[in-house]
C-alpha cells in the first residue's frame, strides 16, 4: 500500500482535509486531489508563476511547496477570488482590458496583484511591474495586465469590504 499523509487546512475560506503521496507538490494536491484546476501547471521549475497561489496571503509558487508543509494553514486559489458570486474587480478588469488572452497565465497574475492591492492600495506602476515579474505571459506583452491592475485599483478593487475582515481575523488567530 502506498503511504499516504493526511492533513487539515483552509482552502479559499473553506476548512479541507485530504490525503496524498507525502511527495506531492501544493499544485499537484490541489489540482488532483481538491479538484481545483484553476491554478495552472505550467514549468514546475519556478520560473513561469502559473502555479502562484496565496499562502497565508502572501503569493508563493505551488510547484515549489510541498503540500505536507500547508497543514493548519490557508490557501487562496483563483477559485476563491470571487466572492457573493460575484468576480472579483481584478478578474472584470482583466477581462474588459483583454489582459487575459490564452488565460493560461491569468490565475497566477490574478492571485499575485490581489496580494500586490492587500498590501498596497495604490502601487505604482513600478511597483505593479516588480511584483508580477515572476508571472510571464507569452500573448499579451504584459501592457494590458498593469494597465488592468491599474483599472482595479481605480474602480476600488483593493478595497473589497470582505477582504480586509477575513485577513484581520486571520491575523487575529496567528
Ligand atoms: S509551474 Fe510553478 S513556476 Fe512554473
Ligand atoms: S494570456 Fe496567454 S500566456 Fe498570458
Given at each position: 500500500m502506498k503511504q499516504q499523509v493526511h492533513?487539515?487546512?483552509n482552502v479559499n475560506n473553506e476548512p479541507v482535509e485530504v490525503s496524498f503521496a507525502?511527495?506531492?507538490?501544493?499544485?499537484?494536491?490541489?489540482?488532483e486531489d481538491l479538484n481545483l484546476c484553476g491554478t495552472k501547471h505550467g514549468c514546475e521549475l519556478g520560473e513561469c508563476g502559473a502555479c502562484a497561489v496565496l499562502l497565508d496571503d502572501l503569493p508563493v509558487l505551488s510547484c515549489l511547496v510541498l503540500a505536507v508543509e500547508c497543514a493548519g494553514r490557508h490557501v487562496t486559489t483563483i477559485e476563491g477570488l470571487a466572492t457573493d458570486a460575484r468576480l472579483h474587480p481584478l478578474?472584470?478588469?482583466f477581462?474588459?482590458?483583454?489582459?487575459?488572452?490564452?488565460?493560461y497565465c491569468t490565475p497566477g497574475f490574478l492571485v499575485t496583484a490581489k496580494?500586490?492591492?492587500?498590501?498596497?492600495?495604490?502601487?505604482t506602476r513600478d511597483q505593479i511591474r516588480e511584483a508580477l515579474a515572476?508571472?510571464?505571459c507569452r500573448c499579451t506583452g504584459?501592457?494590458?495586465i498593469f494597465e488592468a491592475v491599474e483599472a482595479a485599483i481605480q474602480s476600488g478593487a483593493q478595497r473589497a469590504e470582505v477582504e480586509p475582515d477575513?485577513?484581520?481575523a486571520r491575523q487575529e488567530e496567528a
Open positions: 492533513i487539515a487546512l507525502p511527495y506531492k507538490t501544493l499544485l499537484e494536491v490541489l489540482r478578474q472584470e478588469a477581462a474588459d482590458l483583454g489582459a487575459a488572452q490564452c488565460g496580494a500586490l492591492l492587500d498590501e498596497h492600495s495604490h502601487p515572476g508571472n510571464l504584459y501592457q494590458q477575513t485577513r484581520s
